[in-house]
Nanobody
Framework: QVQLVESGGGLVQPGGSLRLSCAASGIIVSIYTMGWYRQAPGKQRELVAQISRGGITNYADSVKGRFTISRDNAKNTVYLQMNSLKFEDTAVYYC?????WGQGTQVTVSS
């Protein structure tokens, strides 16, 4: 059974940083494309970042230069380092692989 457990969300001021973690079980993260999506209130879920099996990364234009996706194969965990956070980054962030989704973690950027 595949499980994805996100953590690391919280309340942060604009300009601050957070690191989200996605701990996977039942699947080996190094052999799949892993992704982070987010959904803000009243908006559609959108892709934030992906990392492929070969380590190629892809980012939404809105987060390029601020967010970094990475993977620790030994821990079977994917991370999303978020820097220079903005109000508009407020959303529930989800980890995904193939058809599986985590439960999400809330990120709130507020002064």
């Amino acid at each position: 059974q595949v499980q994805l457990v996100e953590s690391g969300g919280g309340l942060v001021q604009p300009g601050g940083s957070l690191r989200l973690s996605c701990a996977a079980s039942g699947i080996i993260v190094s052999i799949y494309t892993m992704g982070w999506y987010r959904q803000a209130p009243g908006k559609q879920r959108e892709l934030v970042a992906q990392i492929s099996r070969g380590g190629i990364t892809n980012y939404a234009d809105s987060v390029k230069g601020r967010f970094t996706i990475s993977r620790d194969n030994a821990k079977n965990t994917v991370y999303l380092q978020m820097n220079s956070l903005k109000f508009e980054d407020t959303a529930v962030y989800y980890c995904t692989v193939t058809t599986y989704w985590g439960q999400g973690t809330q990120v709130t950027v507020s002064s």
